[in-house]
């Protein structure tokens, strides 16, 4: 409804107390000194706005976010602001990194309500959490068409005291409408046509010339990258591979990426990728890593392995917490303005590099005098970024290839060391269970594909230290670390996530201890988190109740929770032999069908699990000693080629992992090897080949397990 009507004032003013000093949210403590009396969410908000007849005001933002920075500093730290909103509202802050719950409930309103969404997000609702008005980023004052909150709060403030009514019946048909059931599947099965849908529309979106998906601003999109990659390895498209290759090759050359430290940032402004928005989250780390690990398996192009080890790099050295797990985020704002931790002048790359490798500098990464940032108040600022390969370059330049990328690695090098000494973006130090899981399945998945060792412990060094902390006394997990602290009931995209890295640990290092818990957290929550109609809601039975209780499907920044699951429940039928999980997975992808057929290619991570289901690879049990070269070379084999979604079980040298992993999977026990010789069993659409027993038999097995043709 439009608002208007009386701006006459609401309640006395009372003492401004901003409660959120003693939280532990970067985002949280950014506000603590507001002028704003905040509240952060919970039950002393609520029965304030009840006891005083009070509208409540939700803002909703995270660290790393820029434009709340500029919503911060234009309207939350102005007194002018803070008396209206102090007089006639109740003011609660929430970090969405933090209660992702509440946020997703709040965001499918500004959603609904304007036909958009981002952060800021600005709701505001009764004091039972019925919101009916939603924004994103308000002025201080109007401009251009938008209201300002000096203009809206007095006018809520007057509609709240002189038509409540309205206002509340506008809040019902709004939670109407969220309440609406998702529309059912009319299939009696599911056929293999919504990932050919999927990969239709995402053909038809395809941006021939710069890669990547639509128009700007552009995300890298990364859950559909893997889609496409898979899809190719399992259907043969070879232009699915091929948007994939250019999408990445598109963003890794791109100013998007940062080609000095690694990396990627947020998103592109532009269609070709060059002018990021500077934040960097650890979430597309993972998909960064996720994408470029299968492109190095479909393609064996090395210029995948080495954005891959750049990101494992970033991550390591920049986001990693003291006792081995992964911050959040580095934000995008520093001393002097969004980016210009990132930004450099012709001036300053001369200074650093000297005249002759200045100049290679500047052709390599498109640098002028006059700054390539194409805005008017950057100065002489360029954003790094490439728009010839290294070969382009080295013909160009009159240059041995080799040549040439010794001195680029050079360059690379001496322009960190120049970097760091600048002052950083704030890095959000807090760690959430389901990003980490993320980037630990990421960086396990890179582990095995590039038998890389350190990669391993790495991961596994994360992982034991998030359950050291992150569990609950009742088997639980816990969403948010910070400061010694352990907090907030876990949600279902941290069980999902988790379950994700055990899984992906389990099959990098071979450690049955890692699916002993996987199975654990799994079990968990399937008995908190369930829905008798399929799939699993976003938080558990037992949560803070919230207007809706959601089941996501929607891929956002991350993969969605259920589409983590569904992939989870197939890979652990198929490591178990146990089909409650299969039936589950199929329950789970039947509840979704009809939402996912309205727009496959806005849930690429589904039809990431959907082909799981449908073009299941193999399923190997390999026995003999893990420092056997026959073993080794059977692993080696595996290694060596790309079928997404292929599972593996070794039998452990020890009785008791031997033990261990019979009861995690009997099927394995008949499977002794043959005459003490290492012995791969590999079967393949619920039927099994006869046993061999060197890497030649297994890749021949493999090779007949190939993908469909196009």
């Not at 000095?260 to 979430?283: I, N, Q, S």
């Not at 005098?369 to 370059?393: D, F, M, Q, V, W």
């Not at 070269?629 to 031997?658: F, H, K, N, W």
Request: some cysteine; hydrophobic content about 40%; aromatic content about 10%.
């Amino acid at each position: 409804m439009r608002l208007s009507g009386d701006l006459s004032p609401g309640s006395r003013e009372r003492p401004r107390v901003n409660r959120l000093a003693g939280e532990k949210s970067p985002y949280l403590l950014q506000h603590a000194k507001n002028p704003v009396d905040w509240y952060p969410w919970g039950g002393e908000a609520f029965s304030r706005a009840t006891q005083e007849n009070k509208p409540v005001f939700l803002s909703i933002g995270y660290a790393a976010c820029h434009w709340c920075h500029v919503m911060a500093h234009e309207s939350f730290e102005d007194d002018e602001v803070a008396a209206l909103l102090n007089r006639d509202f109740v003011c609660i802050k929430v970090d969405r990194e933090e209660r992702p719950d509440i946020d997703g409930v709040y965001m499918d309103v500004c959603q609904i309500m304007t036909g958009r969404g981002g952060w800021p997000l600005t709701i505001i609702m009764t004091p039972e959490k019925k919101p009916f008005f939603a924004a994103t980023y308000l002025p201080k004052s109007g401009r251009f068409g938008m209201t300002g909150l000096l203009e809206l709060l007095p006018q809520v403030a007057g509609l709240w005291r002189d038509r409540r009514d309205e206002l509340e019946n506008s809040a019902d048909t709004i939670l109407l409408t969220l309440r609406q059931p998702a529309p059912a599947s009319t299939e009696t099965g599911i056929g293999d046509s919504l990932p050919e849908e999927g990969y239709g529309e995402l053909a038809a979106r395809f941006d021939d010339l710069y890669g990547g998906f639509g128009s700007a601003p552009k995300f890298p999109s990364l859950h559909n990258v893997l889609f496409l990659l898979r899809f190719f390895g399992q259907c043969g498209k070879k232009h699915a591979l091929t948007m994939a290759t250019r999408t990445l090759a598109a963003v890794t050359m791109g100013g998007i990426y940062d080609h000095v430290g690694g990396g990627v940032h947020r998103y592109a402004t532009d269609r070709r990728w060059r002018v990021p928005h500077f934040e960097k989250m650890l979430y597309d780390q993972a998909l960064l890593l996720m994408a470029c690990t299968e492109a190095y398996e479909a393609t064996r192009q090395d210029d995948f392995r080495r954005v891959a080890a750049n990101v494992v790099a970033y991550v390591k050295r920049d986001l990693t917490s003291p006792e081995g797990m992964f911050f959040s985020a580095e934000d995008a704002d520093s001393e002097g303005g969004e980016g210009s931790f990132y930004l450099w002048t012709t001036d300053e790359l001369e200074e650093v590099l000297g005249h002759d490798e200045a100049g290679i500098a500047k052709t390599v990464f498109n640098a002028v005098p006059e700054g390539n940032t194409g805005e008017s108040g950057a100065g002489r600022k360029n954003i790094l970024y490439r728009t010839r390969t290294l070969h382009e370059l080295a013909t160009l330049l009159k240059m041995p290839e080799p040549d040439l990328g010794l001195r680029v690695q050079a360059i690379r090098t001496a322009l960190f060391q120049a970097r760091e000494k600048r002052p950083r973006p704030l890095c959000d130090d807090k760690i959430l269970t389901d990003w980490n899981g993320l980037f630990i399945g990421a960086l396990a998945r890179a582990a095995f594909v590039f038998d890389n060792r350190e990669y391993l412990i790495v991961a596994e060094r994360a992982l034991q230290v998030l359950l050291g902390r992150m569990r609950t006394p009742e088997g639980g997990l816990f969403h948010r670390f910070r400061d010694g602290d352990a907090a907030i009931p876990a949600f279902g995209s941290d069980y999902a996530f988790t379950v994700h890295a055990l899984i992906q640990l389990y099959g990098a290092g071979f450690n049955p201890r890692y699916l002993g818990t996987a199975l654990e957290l799994q079990e968990y929550f399937g008995q908190h988190f369930s829905d008798e109609n399929g799939g699993f809601f976003s938080v558990s039975d037992d949560a803070e109740q919230l207007p809706i209780r959601k089941k996501e499907i929607d891929d956002g920044a991350v993969p969605s929770c259920n589409s983590v699951a569904i992939g989870n429940l197939l890979a652990l039928a198929r490591l178990t032999g146990d089909e409650r999980f299969g039936e589950a997975a199929d329950a789970a992808a039947r509840a979704f069908a009809g939402v996912v057929r309205q727009s496959p290619a806005s849930h690429g991570y589904f039809l990431c699990a959907l082909g799981q289901a449908l073009w299941p690879p193999a399923e190997i049990v390999i026995t003999g000693k893990s420092e056997d070269s026959g073993s080794r070379a059977m692993i080696e084999t595996i290694r060596s080629r790309y079928r997404p979604g292929l599972l593996v079980i070794r039998i452990p040298d020890t009785e008791e992992e031997e033990e261990m992993i019979h009861r995690i999977a009997p099927y394995t026990r008949e499977m002794t090897g043959t005459g003490g010789v290492p012995t791969a069993y590999v079967c393949s659409g619920r039927t099994c080949a006869a046993p061999v027993t060197d890497a030649a038999g297994l890749s021949s097995l493999l090779a007949r397990d190939g993908r469909k043709k196009e």
